[in-house]
């Protein structure tokens, strides 16, 4: 396979103020130095910090801005939502798609997340589409029927190269948040059946081109030993993202 710069995002979840943001970017830009080339950065904050963080970013091309949801739909009575039109006028590059959590916690079904996927990539942008088993159907045995489902629904419809160009993020939903993490042979496994699905159903090269990142309770300590299987290509970061030390520290040890 062919060797490609990793991407390592951060998902911020419901963390950091505005002031907080610029700070942790602040201290992000002051080391990153050399760093920068080892990944392909995404940070995704909370909606409120976005513009002032879309503003910081505007001339630096060593990190990418990234939303952690959106609505399928550009306008409309949907209270509380956030469309990619919203998302692209303040600097994203990236939309997390199909979060363990929008799915367990707000109900999000196959078929919205979908939508989402479709219309992310209408818009020019990149997104990063979670796919994960729960504790339960993993010691029911049911991870790869799962996650088997969870493609074929949610990649429904969409082209070549834009699976080439996405990434598909596997979150054991119970290594999220847990401190729990999967052994690096057991990511490697789940890593390697999503990679032949997606060569299955849209050919070898656009699976060898597509980015599938790790996602569960990554931190500086374990990122080394998951980095090195062979078909995963970077992770979704949570708790771990949210100190700069923390994530630089992850940034650094990804190769």
């Not at 959106?70 to 956030?82: I, L, Q």
């Amino acid at each position: 396979m062919t060797q490609k710069k990793p991407l390592i995002a951060a998902n911020w979840k419901m963390n950091h103020v505005v002031d907080e943001a610029l700070k942790f970017l602040t201290e992000m830009k002051c080391s990153l130095v050399t760093q920068e080339e080892n990944a392909t950065i995404v940070i995704c904050p909370s909606y409120t910090a976005l513009y002032a963080m879309g503003v910081a970013l505007q001339d630096d091309n060593t990190i990418n801005l990234g939303a952690q949801n959106c609505h399928f739909e550009d306008s409309g009575a949907f209270t509380g939502e956030v469309s990619t039109d919203f998302l692209k006028e303040v600097g994203c590059d990236y939309v997390i798609i199909g979060h363990s959590e929008r799915r367990h916690i707000f109900g999000e079904t196959d078929e919205m997340i979908n939508k989402k996927l479709h219309k992310v990539f209408e818009k020019g942008m990149i997104p990063i589409f979670c796919v994960g088993e729960t504790e339960q159907e993993r010691e029911e045995g049911k991870t790869f029927t799962v996650i088997e489902n969870q493609l074929k629904q949610g990649l429904k419809g969409l082209l070549k190269d834009q699976i080439a160009a996405m990434a598909i993020a596997y979150e054991p939903v119970w290594a999220i948040g847990t401190g729990k993490t999967a052994s690096p042979e057991q990511a490697q496994e789940v890593h390697n059946f999503i990679r032949k699905e997606i060569a299955k159903n849209f050919g070898t090269s656009y699976a060898a081109d597509s980015h599938i990142l790790y996602g569960g309770s990554v931190k500086p300590s374990n990122i080394k030993d998951l980095m090195v299987m062979e078909d995963i290509d970077g992770a979704l970061i949570g708790g771990a993202s949210l100190k700069s030390k923390d994530f630089l520290e992850i940034i650094s040890n990804c190769n």
